[in-house]
């Protein structure tokens, strides 16, 4: 025997010990611990910076949310203010006519045509305008409403008479016509 084989050397490896390894591992757990409470350190920093937005998001549309029913409520409150002041002139005049003691009748006669032209005016100016089929027109169940159906040599289904005016508003009917339809022949 020679005396390499009574004097073994352990062969030269290149793997390393286990206390290498161990020492390895905590380290690389370590930089993986590290890298994670970064990575959780930005993610609470933008979910913070996240929560504020929403919050001041929120209040944003709150104030604004409120700041529209003022808006509403004011615009109810006044609504009636221009159509009201359009008004005060009718008034004025009809208190006028009233003072007259010793009005005639034709006196009495131009006072209300010229109070009704300022309210007809009055009217028109805010949009309200008179719903007055002429005899012979088709009968619109929209804007008119049929008290009777009378016999007449109008085509059937048109209006014969006007009872009472109706108006509209901005297109949307406040008081429909009263009116006499002719009958089918």
Known sequence: M???????????????SPEELVAALNANEADAMATLQAELATLQAKSSELADQYLRAKADAENARRRAEEEISKARKFAVEGFAESLLPVADSLEAGLIIKDATAEQIREGAQATLRQLIAALERNKVIAINPAPGAKFDPHQHQAISVVPSEHEANTVV???QKGYSIVERVLRPALVTVSAPK
Not at 6 to 15: I, L, R, Y
């Open 2 to 16: 020679s005396e390499q084989a009574s004097n073994p050397t352990p062969p030269q490896s290149n793997q390393p």
């Open 161 to 163: 008479s006007v009872l």
